[in-house]
């Protein structure tokens, strides 16, 4: 008997809790008490319950009886963990007796490693107690792979924010056996361990492949580490995410009769200047450090990099920059530019630009003459002078609807190649099994058949890597602007797509169109 009131009787019967309906109305809500009275009363149906506490003479099964403790181990046996069942007034009465039992469980389980000292061990009743916990593995240490850094091209910005364009980190030249880079290879992990005494192998840490041009870098092991160093003297580089040393070709002096015009593959270095009438051209990096500047050079031309000229351009209406990549400028008079970006420190006089992006140092930059002409965006702190005179600012934005068209054409010629070339491909492997050992008209058809489908194929590459430059252009494409951040003089013209205005008064700020108005 567990209970007995004017209401029910509340039996143990084995493992089943029974109750006897004696009267009506004894309030579910105050079965709680019992059942913190008795923790290992555990109801089974509340329905039947509810229905038991409202009948007379009647009997029904509401629970089970559980037993003092319950052992469970979770499913990664990392842990094992104890239900306490009793009441901590009857494990108090049998404290010694209870610890034994658990003990026994432990065992009788098998639980052996990472078992707590039960004493130290505080039991509350209904609650999951852990009472053994294994070792979990540590998985070893990733590679970690760490390269020479190249510096990035830009300025320095002085205190009051303008930009320093006489000192730049533009090449970063190595010499043979130079570190280029490493590799500290994966670690290995540490074992664990679970509740049963079993060994849980460790993962060994990912590997990474290293990135590097292997004409250009060997690979070392030292110290028990992969280190990559230079095979010869070069420029350092970076070509879609692989490190390499590109050719470097160092000028100490000036670039004139004594070496005559430049044609380099690779980076080229002058600690002088270009003299008047010589042209570098390279397919690299090209800086020229010289304080004096370049006048009246022909042309510099980097197919592939950057250009950095320390001390500026003066080009009596004849010289040509012009670069793949980027212009790093202090300032340019009377010549024309040709860059994805040009960066100028002092001013763009008298000079024609044709980039992405055109920006003249924001604080002090000047923009007198000449035409510059933008993709997205130009900047400057002044555009035009007091004497008015024509000043051109046109950022072309992007046409899109334009771009699309085009798009929609290269894609029909190249569905059209695509055709040709697997008709081709099917007729060459029938005429291939009678043009094997052939000579004359037959060898020589074979041959053409062959340098035709060899050619749409390439047609086809370019047709692709062009309709993909374009969406490219079309994702990346931002609203043109003008940003004047001073003052523009009267004279200067604003251009913004095919919308134009020529100033009659002094404005600053950044000149755009909104809701299809430019606003100036």
Known sequence: MLIENDYFDLVLQKEKVVIHSKKAGFPLKSF??????YPRLKISSFAVLRKALTEVDGEHVIGSWLPDFELFVTADKLKAQLMFNM?????????????????????????????????EVTFKSGEMLTIAAGSPPQNGADAVITYMEIPEKKPVIREDGSADYYEMNFVTPVKEGDWIGEKIPPQQGI????????????????????????????????????VLRAMYGG??????????????????????????????????????????????????????????GVTNAKEIQSSQGDIYIKGGVFGGGMTIVEARGDIFIKHANNCKLYATV????????????????????????????????????????????????????????????????????????????????????QHSVQFEKVAVGARGPQAEAYKKTKETIESNRIAIQELDKEIQTRMHIIKQAVPAQVEVAREAYPGAIIQIGSRSTTLHDSRKGVFEILDGVMNV
């Open 191 to 226: 074992d664990g361990q679970d509740v049963y005494g079993n060994v849980i192998s460790a993962q060994k840490g990912n590997d990474e492949k290293l990135s590097y041009d292997r004409k250009a870098i060997t690979e070392e092991e030292e110290e028990g580490k992969t």
């Open 87 to 119: 009441s901590i007034e009857e494990f108090e009465n049998s404290r010694q007796a209870i610890l034994e039992q658990i003990n026994l469980a432990l065992d009788t389980a098998e639980i052996i490693y990472g078992r707590k000292p039960l004493e």
């Open 32 to 37: 709680d008490a019992i059942t913190k009275q």
């Open 342 to 425: 040009v960066h100028a420190g002092l001013y763009l006089f008298g000079t024609d630009v044709i980039a992405d992006r055109v920006l003249v140092d924001k604080n002090r930059g000047k923009i007198i003459g000449g035409h510059i002409e933008a993709l997205y965006r130009i900047e400057c702190a002044y555009a035009g002078n007091n004497h008015e005179r024509t000043t051109i600012l046109h950022a072309k934005g992007i046409n899109k609807d334009g771009l699309y068209k085009e798009i929609q054409e290269m894609a029909k010629d190249l569905k059209e190649r695509q055709s040709v070339l697997d008709r081709l491909e």
């Open 235 to 292: 420029a350092l580089e970076y070509t879609n995410g692989i490190i390499g040393i590109g050719k470097q070709l160092i000028i100490s002096g000036d670039v004139g009769p004594e070496t005559g015009s430049i044609t380099f593959d690779g980076a080229v270095s002058i600690y002088g200047t270009v003299l008047a009438g010589y042209s570098v051209k390279a397919t690299g990096d090209i800086s020229i450090e010289g304080n004096e």
